[in-house]
């Protein structure tokens, strides 16, 4: 079945930035693969045109053969937004390891687990987009930000040499680095006092952070610009965020 518009892949499609992503492609008429653990919540989005599976991006394999089932029944993937990602907030003398590993393997892996599982056909087809969903914390820092801004500055890295590395091919890839939003993120903390402490900055903002929405609207901007213009990087914060 031909569809009018092209696939757009997005994972972390459960919740937040991903959902709200999915939300709005879907009223522009696009297929949708939606990539998440949780299955549930994007399958109550009943979006038309939708493929929802239950992925882990740290699974390679499963995420690839995830992208080939959408595109066997969708056509080929025009875009991906790499959007899967934890905030595991800590002190760096007492937090647990296992949380930068974590966050690691999810935003760092996982990213390239995406890319690997559309890139080699975009170049072939000499078209597509690749969105990946950094963080301001992968352009500055924060306090019990060390593995997190580690991994979101590892976002930005790998995100202008593959952009480098594909622009040739007419492949475009694009990095959204959004302050605070009003999210589910900060739930992955375990640490009850930063928790607290990162809810006390938001209301010094007067409790005016971006909705996924916003960050959903920038990354729709970017992937609508002519095949032939790249916005490699949009920063965005809510107008009160200095940091």
């Not at 569809?3 to 709005?24: D, E, F, K, M, Y």
């Not at 680095?177 to 402490?197: F, N, Q, R, W, Y």
Request: aromatic fraction near 4%.
């Amino acid at each position: 079945m031909q569809n009018r518009q092209p696939l757009i892949v997005i994972t972390g499609a459960s919740s937040g930035i991903g959902l709200a992503t999915a939300q709005l492609f879907s009223t522009l008429g696009h297929p949708l693969l939606l990539l998440a653990r949780r299955l549930e919540p994007m399958q109550a989005l009943n979006l038309p045109d939708t493929l929802a599976i239950s992925v882990d991006v740290t699974d390679r394999a499963a995420l690839a053969a995830a992208v080939q089932q959408g595109e066997a029944r969708f056509g080929p993937a025009d875009a991906i937004v790499n959007n899967a990602g934890v905030m595991l907030l800590g002190e760096i003398t007492r937090q647990d390891p296992d949380q930068w590993d974590r966050m690691l393997d999810v935003n760092v892996k996982g990213v390239l687990n995406g890319v690997h599982a559309v890139a080699a056909g975009m170049v072939q087809r000499q078209r597509g987009s690749i969105i990946n969903v950094s963080s301001v914390a992968g352009r500055k820092t924060f306090p019990n930000h060390v593995a997190y801004v580690g991994t979101k500055f590892a976002v930005h890295g790998l995100s202008e040499n593959l952009r480098e590395e594909l622009a040739a091919h007419n492949v475009r890839v694009t990095t959204i680095a959004p302050g605070a939003v009003d999210t589910e993120l900060l739930g992955h903390t375990t640490d009850a006092a930063i928790k607290s402490g990162y809810e006390d900055w938001k209301t010094a903002m007067g409790g005016k952070v971006l909705a996924a929405q916003d960050v959903a609207n920038a990354i729709h901007y970017a992937y609508a610009q002519p095949a032939g213009v790249c916005i490699r990087e949009i920063v965005l914060a809510a107008t009160r965020q200095q940091a």
